[in-house]
């Protein structure tokens, strides 16, 4: 299904792509300042708005308006927070400012992974061998085969359940994913090699679960409020932002036009390449400033990975110049509605549930 | 606007202890914390040290004096000793040292600025900063200390070096320290001799107390000696060789005294402290350097060559790191001091405090680093 048509690069041309997006990333590095810091620090102070509100509006009870404008704020909330600031900051896209509050290498999101599991996970092995099948395990993380490329097994015959399943619980899908109990199942990895992990992996979900389902409905116990509505509504923010984040992420890499790369074709890898290969990998999504906001700028997913270290207030400037370089060097720049995109990769989920044999033309 | 009176802050820190603990592990963001206290105070925080500009005072034609009040989180500081300020200019968070002019038994500090031309801290401290805005300080930091035994003491300073050993030599002469004692200091022009009012009144109170200016800068005549360092300025010091020598200043005023005091066959003791020198622009041509890591306290041998991964892993270590491409910031480490040059830009980076990755990350210079 995927019928992009990109120029083949010659390794010198391969090179100068390379500078081109280099100089790029160097420009932007240098105007890096005064707004871009207060911009991260506005989007800090409304998720503690939202969330803070949030709380205290489900005080209220079952009442509809205050439960549901309550559940939204708190989702609303933790969507930013995680997209916007926690993603983005645990990016490294903030160290410039020195300030610890936004230093990557030390930010907590609130999630049930913790942000140590993401750094590797996602900062490293994603970020560095994006859509290489075998060596990028968000391709599919594991349980959806979307890439007629990907080995078939009759376990993804029902991977339109796994993948709701996936989509309703998307925050410990993406936590338990640095535990790697594929391996620990095969017997590759040791039980006592792992229980470290696990061990960082209680100690987070214990944190969350006390806040979310535990203190604040206690605390609403203790101020005659109504405890159930307030866990309900801390159970729909979750699912709110557990559905929304599943969305924006399986856009980035899956959608229709999107490329997978072989582990052979990266071996000794040059810098112009490791940029064409995040280019080709990678999908944006059209909107408003809002909905980019919402998405952690995510909608562009091509900017994010060419400059993943780069706040992402600037990807949609950058995005002009990128598009414009793209088709420079005859690549195909891929980017489309929300729901367009969304439903190329349902669409994936829906074919390549089968296997090669039933899903491949029969004059294949 | 104060919810809180600023008398109540020292009490708070007693009240906060609950938030600390749940804070250090991980229940509670320190972060949104500090943003509740900030409400009820503007320098209550849980751990940063916040201090309110309390007076501001020209001490020297290019230097000023600023009096501080730190929150409850300050931990104390000896004379002599410096600490680390923060201020955010363009959005990015600046760290400088400053000496301790004055540890005040009520708790406020004074430290002294001199204005570094095409600084970026110190010009915005010096004009844009005012009495009653609220700065971070940092740690503490400095051995210099007073030699209480001492037969006779002798202070040599050049420029802004006057600071720690002003800070000394106040709290010496106010706890009755009888023993003589001679501040030399070396200033470019007359305008630049700070707190000069205050050092002679010192002298006018304290028979034991003497102070000299020797002026580098234009030759006008004047009552002061001339010239840079020199055996001779001490001539007038009859017991030089018995006494304690304290000195402070720039890394080549620090080294001729050092020089000078070997020569004299000295056993007193022999403190000094010199600023960072600044760093020096070098070609591409291979150099030997000093790489320090702060936290495993390992002094390492190293070059301009490499990145500082590759070269901490030459060495048997095992920093964290990811790709190795400058993609990933597993690597990442805060600079303490030094220059380093990153790799794919050619961008220097010699912020103390500012995040680096090591694996893209050659060291220009010494360089310390938090590993």
């Known amino acids: 299904m995927n019928h992009r048509q990109d120029r083949q690069l010659s390794p010198a041309e391969l090179d100068a792509f390379g500078a081109e997006l280099d100089a790029l990333r160097q420009r932007t590095l240098a105007d890096l300042g005064e707004a871009d810091a207060r911009y991260i620090r506005r989007i800090r102070t409304a998720v503690r708005f939202c969330c803070w509100s949030g709380r205290g509006l489900l005080m209220f009870g079952w009442f509809p308006p205050t439960w549901l404008l309550g559940s939204l704020l708190l989702g609303l909330g933790k969507i930013l927070e995680n997209m916007e600031l926690g993603h983005n900051v645990i990016h490294g896209q903030y160290d410039w400012m020195n300030d610890p509050e936004f230093a990557g290498r030390s930010y907590e999101w609130d999630i049930a992974g913790p942000s140590d599991f993401w750094r590797h996970t996602h900062n490293h092995v994603h970020h560095t061998w994006t859509n290489v099948l075998g060596m990028d395990d968000d391709v599919g993380y594991g349980v959806v085969r979307l890439f007629p490329e990907q080995r078939w097994k009759p376990f993804y015959r029902w991977q339109p359940l796994w993948v709701t399943l996936q989509a309703v619980l998307f925050q410990y899908s993406v936590a338990i994913q640095h535990l790697r109990l594929d391996k620990v199942y095969k017997g590759k990895l040791s039980k006592a090699e792992v229980r470290p992990l696990i061990k960082q992996f209680n100690a987070k979900l214990l944190r969350q679960w006390s806040k979310d389902y535990l203190f604040f409905p206690l605390l609403a116990l203790l101020i005659g409020a109504n405890a159930l509505a307030v866990l309900a509504g801390n159970v729909l923010a979750n699912l709110l932002r557990n559905l929304w984040t599943f969305t924006v992420i399986f856009c980035g890499h899956f959608t229709e036009q999107a490329a997978v790369f072989s582990k052979e074709s990266v071996v000794g890898e040059s810098r112009g390449h490791w940029y064409l290969r995040q280019l080709r990998g990678s999908s944006n999504l059209n909107g408003g400033p809002l909905f980019h906001i919402l998405t952690g700028n995510l909608s562009h997913q091509i900017e994010h990975h060419l400059f993943p270290d780069l706040p992402a207030r600037r990807y949609a400037a950058l995005a002009v110049e990128v598009r414009e370089i793209a088709e420079r060097y005859g690549q195909h720049y891929n980017s489309g509605s929300l729901w367009r995109q969304f439903a190329t990769v349902l669409k994936r989920i829906w074919i390549y549930r089968r296997p090669p044999a039933e899903h491949l033309p029969a004059s294949a | ?371």
Not at chain 2, 20 to 47: C, I, K, M, T
Not at chain 2, 105 to 133: F, N, T
Not at chain 2, 222 to 232: H, K, N, P, V
Not at chain 2, 354 to 367: N, T, Y
């Open chain 2, 1 to 371: 606007m104060n919810l809180l009176p600023t008398a109540l802050l020292p009490a708070c820190a007693l009240l906060l202890r609950p938030l600390r603990y749940l804070v250090a592990r991980g229940w509670l963001r320190e972060s949104d914390v500090d943003a509740w206290l900030r409400l009820l105070h503007p320098a209550l925080r849980l751990n940063r040290v916040l201090a309110r500009v309390c007076a501001r005072e020209w001490v020297a034609e290019d230097m000023l004096a600023l009096t501080l009040q730190p929150n409850g989180n300050w931990r104390g500081a000896q004379p002599g000793q410096h600490v680390q300020l923060y201020i955010e200019r363009d959005g990015v968070r600046l760290s400088r040292s400053y000496s301790l002019t004055r540890v005040g038994a009520d708790g406020r500090l004074q430290i002294a600025i001199k204005r570094q031309a095409g600084g970026r801290v110190s010009p915005y401290l010096l004009e844009c900063l005012a009495v009653g805005e609220v700065l971070e300080l940092g740690t503490v930091q400095g051995e210099l200390h007073w030699p209480q035994q001492a037969p006779g003491v002798l202070l040599l300073a050049a420029g802004s070096g006057i600071t720690p050993l002003l800070g000394l030599l106040r709290s010496a002469l106010a706890q009755g320290f009888a023993a003589p004692v001679t501040l030399l200091h070396y200033v470019r022009e007359q305008g630049q001799r700070a707190f000069a009012d205050e050092l002679q009144a010192l002298q006018a109170q304290y028979s034991n107390f003497q102070v000299r200016w020797a002026l580098t800068g234009a030759e006008t005549p004047s009552a002061e000696l001339q010239g840079r360092f020199t055996a001779e300025h001490l001539q007038g010091i009859g017991d030089v060789a018995q006494r304690a020598v304290l000195s402070c200043g720039p890394a080549s005023f620090v080294a001729a005294v050092q020089h000078w005091w070997q020569g004299t066959g000295s056993q007193a003791e022999l403190q000094v402290e010199a600023f960072t020198p600044p760093p020096l622009s070098v070609g591409s041509e291979r150099r030997e350097v000093q790489l320090s890591l702060a936290r495993s306290r390992q002094v390492l041998s190293a070059h301009n060559q490499a990145s500082l991964l590759e070269q901490a892993e030459a060495h048997g270590l095992r920093p964290a790191h990811g790709c190795r491409q400058g993609i990933c910031a597993s690597c990442t480490c805060t600079l303490v001091s030094g220059v380093v040059r990153d790799m794919r830009s050619g961008a220097r980076l010699a912020e103390p405090g500012q995040a680096i990755r090591l694996c893209i990350s050659a060291p220009e210079g010494d360089v310390e680093i938090e590993l």
